[in-house]
């Protein structure tokens, strides 16, 4: 939060040497240690206990409900619409519109698991996964079916290591977008980060099997080394600190659901 930015992009589990080989985004880009190797630790060393009040966080990451109110001047917490990242570049320019003079976080769920692309696509329907949008909350096999992450599909043989990661790439491509769509709206200088790695497939230290996703026990430079990409705007804004709005609650069973499609179980 020390850092010189008035728009920061987190595009949520989001390896640098994939962005690095992806990104067609014109500005400076470096690789920085992030503070987390999962979502709630990043967000409890960066916003924990501060009085951000300059800033709105835009967020699609059901963990920000364990923030408190008082960090943020506002913080947007879209998990309806099963946190499409459509939906939440269109609120964060709405609120940005509104407020003008806050620094904003636009927190987007790609490339973390559910895959976007042709071939999560073609996963889903080949092996009949069903993600977030096509959960039967009445019908178990369905809920079994959505539980299985794209990477128990390499991991039981179904698909290779490469074919998983083709589809990670494929997501962060679709990230990407998202962002550029964020920059071409958002005034002043933008910065695209993101709160962690992932694991597709490689060992990590001082274990020597596979490793997928990003377990909370494990700390390697997949997980913890993070893109920091500064592009440059046309005009700063001025940024003013005020006190705090209300925050709208978010129902419990909304927030357990939302993490259990991400992967996640109920905390």
């Not at 699609?60 to 943020?72: E, M, R, V, Y």
């Not at 769509?181 to 933008?190: H, P, Y």
Request: net charge negative; with cysteine; hydrophobic share 35%.
């Amino acid at each position: 939060m020390d850092e010189d930015w008035d728009n920061l992009i987190i595009l949520d589990a989001c390896r640098y040497d994939y962005f690095e080989k992806h990104n067609d985004i014109e500005g400076e880009l470096r690789s920085v240690l992030s503070h987390g190797n999962y979502s709630y630790e990043f967000m409890k060393k960066n916003f924990a206990d501060e009085k951000l009040h300059d800033t709105i966080y835009i967020t699609a990451n059901p963990h920000a409900t364990k923030l408190s109110d008082d960090i943020f001047y506002d913080m947007k917490l879209i998990l309806d619409q099963y946190m499409s990242p459509e939906v939440v570049v269109q609120k964060a320019v709405e609120i940005y519109k509104d407020n003008p003079d806050k620094r904003i976080i636009v927190h987007l769920m790609p490339p973390h698991r559910p895959h976007f692309g042709p071939l999560a696509e073609r996963f889903r329907d080949e092996f009949d996964i069903k993600d977030w949008e096509r959960i039967d909350k009445t019908d178990t096999s369905t809920q079994k079916q959505s539980e299985r992450p794209v990477w128990n599909l390499a991991i039981h043989g179904e698909i290779t290591d490469e074919q998983l990661r083709d589809s990670y790439a494929e997501t962060v491509e679709i990230a990407l977008d998202y962002a550029k769509e964020l920059i071409d709206e958002l005034d002043g200088k933008t910065v695209i980060t993101s709160d962690h790695g992932e694991l597709l497939g490689e060992p990590a230290a001082p274990l020597t099997h596979k490793r997928y996703g990003h377990p909370h026990e494990v700390n390697c430079r997949r997980l913890r080394f993070v893109p920091w990409l500064e592009v440059d705007g046309t005009e700063r804004r001025t940024i003013v600190s005020e006190e705090p709005v209300s925050r709208t609650e978010i129902d419990d069973e909304v927030v357990d659901d939302r993490l259990e499609a991400l992967g996640y179980k109920s905390e």
